[in-house]
């Protein structure tokens, strides 16, 4: 079955890099996928990546892929204090339908 | 990108009562809508997965005849609450799909926090 795992805080300092971890067990997966979880807001797709690829950039953002230790982690360059939120990673497995939530990274930004 | 939007987005009701939250998809049709729960401080888990035209496919341990779903049109999907408990209270969240279909992504309401006292 799906199991994804994150750790649960990260506290970092505005203008430091960023990075969020995430490990999966299903080595089916299509698709992995992070998002953002503002309080008491819903969530924002930040970012995804296709099974296939290691790495994909997006502005301040970068996802690294290693499937073979099924392995996923975000990098947000220069954080600054709006990236204060819950990161959830998540993925895609075999059937279109479901996908599996991790456990959430809180990541707190110090001015 | 695609809005999807609930409503409400927070309640209130007694104990026994019935609660109905409204998940629509604004500027896409989707057949497909998903309705997750959250506890405080833990992550989103899928309780249903709502076919527009269709009976919904629930998760195991959810309760179908506690959590109603209807998705009477490929803009709406409604979560009926009946009979509500102070452990029902949590805030539950709609998503659904949209955008590019082969990659699946799902785009999230903004959340509906229910507390039943």
């Known amino acids: 079955g799906e199991d994804v795992e994150q750790s649960l805080f990260l506290s970092v300092r505005e203008g430091d890099s960023s990075v969020i971890n995430c490990t999966y067990t299903d080595s089916s997966s299509t698709y992995l996928y992070w998002y953002k979880q503002e309080p008491g807001a819903g969530l924002q797709l930040l970012t995804y990546i296709f099974s296939n690829m290691d790495m994909k950039q997006d502005q301040r953002l970068t996802v690294l892929l290693n499937k073979k230790d099924k392995h996923l982690s975000l990098r947000i360059a220069d954080t600054q204090t709006g990236d204060s939120a819950i990161y959830f990673c998540a993925e895609k497995t075999g059937g279109y339908q479901k996908v599996t939530f991790g456990t959430g990274t809180k990541l707190q930004v110090i001015p | 990108g695609a809005v999807v939007s609930q409503h409400p987005s927070w309640v209130i009701c007694k104990s026994g009562t019935s609660v109905k939250i409204e998940c629509r998809s604004l500027?896409?049709?989707?057949?497909?809508m998903f309705w997750y729960r959250q506890f405080p401080k833990q992550s989103l888990m899928l309780m249903a997965t709502?076919?527009?035209?269709?009976?919904?496919?629930?998760e195991q341990g959810v309760e179908k005849d506690k959590f109603l779903i209807n998705h009477a049109s490929l803009t709406l999907s409604t979560l009926t609450v009946t009979s509500a408990h102070p452990e029902d209270s949590s805030f539950y969240i709609c998503?659904?799909?949209?955008?590019?279909?082969?990659?699946?992504?799902?785009?999230f309401g903004e959340g509906s926090r229910l507390t039943v006292l």
């Open positions: 998503s659904a799909r949209g955008g590019r279909e082969a990659t699946g992504e799902l785009f």
């Open positions: 709502s076919n527009e035209g269709s009976k919904a496919t629930y």
């Open positions: 500027d896409f049709q989707a057949t497909t």
